[in-house]
């Protein structure tokens, strides 16, 4: 099983194309079944009754993962998306997170404390000094 960690959603495909793109969607946070297959430019994709579903954008960014492996945060001071797990690679273009929003995605370890790796790019867990800019809303989804 799988949860949709856009916060967009994800719209299914036709075929395991990522071009090929329906008008119905998987919610954020709606859990799926199926099976995993490998597609156009080698994304994998989760074939469901009702379409398929890519795990991955083109870019590497995570659009579904395991149900067990998920986590959820609330923002605890407002941020900008980072593009890898550094604190200093910052993602302008995803724009920001702003407090008292709930975020998801999977926990990953980065290059001075932990990361919450989204599909808009990756949130510190705390600032360079400690202090905590996510806090855990709920240990799975």
Same mark, same amino acid.
């Given at each position: 099983?799988?949860?949709?960690?856009c916060a967009a959603g994800v719209r299914l495909r036709?075929?395991?194309?990522?071009?090929?793109?329906?008008?119905?969607? &998987?919610? =954020?946070?709606?859990?799926?079944?199926?099976?995993?297959?490998?597609?156009?430019?080698?994304?994998?994709?989760?074939?469901?009754?009702?379409?398929?579903?890519?795990?991955? +954008?083109?870019?590497? =960014?995570?659009?579904?993962?395991?149900?067990?492996?998920?986590?959820?945060?609330?923002? &605890?001071?407002?941020?900008?998306?980072?593009?890898? &797990?550094?604190?200093?690679?910052? +993602?302008?273009? =995803?724009?920001?997170v702003v407090v008292g929003q709930s975020v998801m995605?999977?926990?990953?370890?980065?290059?001075?404390? &932990?990361?919450?790796?989204?599909?808009?790019?990756?949130?510190?867990?705390?600032?360079?000094?400690? +202090?905590?800019?996510?806090?855990? =809303?709920?240990?799975?989804?």
């Open positions: 099983m799988y949860t949709v960690i036709n075929t395991p194309n990522f071009e090929d793109v329906r008008s119905d969607q &998987a919610t =954020s946070g709606g859990t799926l079944t199926g099976n995993m297959v490998c597609g156009q430019n080698g994304i994998y994709y989760l074939q469901t009754q009702n379409g398929y579903v890519p795990f991955y +954008k083109p870019d590497g =960014s995570p659009l579904l993962a395991p149900v067990d492996q998920v986590e959820q945060y609330q923002v &605890a001071q407002g941020m900008e998306f980072r593009r890898t &797990a550094n604190f200093h690679d910052l +993602k302008h273009e =995803s724009g920001q995605g999977l926990r990953v370890p980065g290059s001075e404390s &932990a990361y919450l790796q989204t599909s808009d790019g990756f949130l510190p867990m705390n600032d360079p000094n400690g +202090k905590p800019l996510l806090s855990l =809303s709920l240990i799975h989804i």
